[in-house]
């Protein structure tokens, strides 16, 4: 990756280009997009795609990107912006193709399960294919062996507290991680994962059906991932729930009185309040929220920052105060148990921070 100020100045460039509205001509970019792109040489372009695909947004932002750089008349770069879009819609391909197999298979089998977080980048792919599903992990386990040939990865610390399964598939670049009746970095969300499965929706992606996870739980499970386990949010996170607030296909009452019976609701309410201030600084407006996430919200994007790829929330004190909010709201319910797997985080945080600074990755910890 280049400098910080080079990736500052091309991650403003991939929010302009994702977070824009096209104008009436689809081609001719904004005079922001004109002053970003010049401060970006042809040899920071590898650095611009790096950052998009970290941050899941390769063809949203390049396909804008193409058609600026073609009406400018910058062939050689319009021509090698089509060559990565290109490479990464076939590895998408391929992978919502295999993904359709594996759950095609799961079903079969007897195993539901719910794509969550990989399809809601649509028409991007994460890196991994995240499913759900409510089975007994002997019975998935068998089955992704013996009809993949699939095998398990190492399980981390995190993984076993978290439910989940990881898969390695010959043939499929993208790791299958399987979440099992439970959802939070150590498994302690059970309240969210109780009507997950019967609210599930179709939709068609391709030539593919699909079963995902409602509007409401789509931003649980992406909020609990942002502002309670990695304490950064991606750009494809933004643009995704935008889109989905845009199109008000979210039910706020039903949001707010599942995330209230989690102990999230606070960080749900942040992390909405950011993402409508990040889009508002970008296309002028904010996205369509409710007077109860304003209500609710103690900070906003002005408390985030760009640094290491991605918007970062700070951990003390925002992150901190939403971690003991969670806490006290499972303690006061008398959930004990769940309590108890989320007492453990802060230890596994710090052996995590030590053991990326003693080998330089938190795998075995995460």
């Known amino acids: 990756m280049g400098s910080a100020r080079n990736l500052n100045v091309a991650f403003q460039l991939l929010s302009e280009l994702s977070l824009q509205p096209t104008s009436p001509s689809g081609s001719r970019a ?34 804008p990107l193409h058609r600026i750089l073609a009406a400018d008349g910058k062939s050689q770069a319009a021509e090698w912006v089509s060559a990565a879009m290109k490479d990464e819609a076939a590895r998408i391909h391929d992978a919502v193709d295999f993904l359709q197999q594996i759950c095609s298979v799961l079903e079969g089998g007897g195993c539901p399960v719910t794509v969550i977080k990989s399809l809601d980048h649509w028409p991007d792919l994460g890196n991994d294919l ?4 409510d089975a007994r992990p002997e019975r998935f386990i068998e089955i992704m062996r013996l009809r993949f040939n699939a095998r398990l990865a190492n399980r981390s610390w995190g993984d076993r507290l978290a439910n989940k399964w990881n898969f390695v598939i010959p043939g499929l670049s993208e790791l299958v991680e399987v979440h099992v009746g439970r959802l939070g970095q150590t498994g302690e969300q059970t309240e969210v994962t109780r009507s997950l499965s019967a609210r599930t929706q179709t939709i068609e992606v391709g030539d593919h059906t699909f079963r995902v996870a409602a509007p409401e739980d789509r931003i649980v499970i992406s909020a609990l991932q942002r502002m309670y386990r990695h304490f950064y949010i991606r750009l494809c996170d933004v643009v995704d729930n935008a889109r989905l607030l845009d199109a008000r296909l979210v039910d706020f009452v039903y949001l707010e009185t599942l995330g209230a019976a989690a102990g999230i609701w606070e960080g749900i309410a942040n992390y909405l309040k950011i993402i409508s201030e990040y889009v508002e600084s970008y296309r002028g407006f904010g996205v369509p929220l409710p007077a109860s996430v304003e209500e609710t919200a103690t900070f906003g994007a002005g408390q985030i920052s760009f640094r290491r790829n991605f918007l970062r929330v700070p951990i003390l004190p925002h992150s901190l105060h939403l971690y003991a909010s969670e806490l006290r709201t499972l303690m006061l319910k008398g959930d004990l148990r769940n309590g108890l797997r989320l007492s453990l985080l802060p230890g596994l945080a710090t052996a995590a921070a030590i053991e990326q600074k003693i080998t330089g990755s938190d795998k075995g910890i995460w």
């Open 30 to 63: 904004s005079g922001r997009t004109s002053e970003l792109l010049s401060n970006l040489g042809q040899a920071e372009f590898k650095d611009l795609k790096a950052l998009a695909t970290a941050n899941h947004v390769i063809l949203r932002s390049f396909e």
């Open 130 to 133: 995240d499913l759900y599903t």
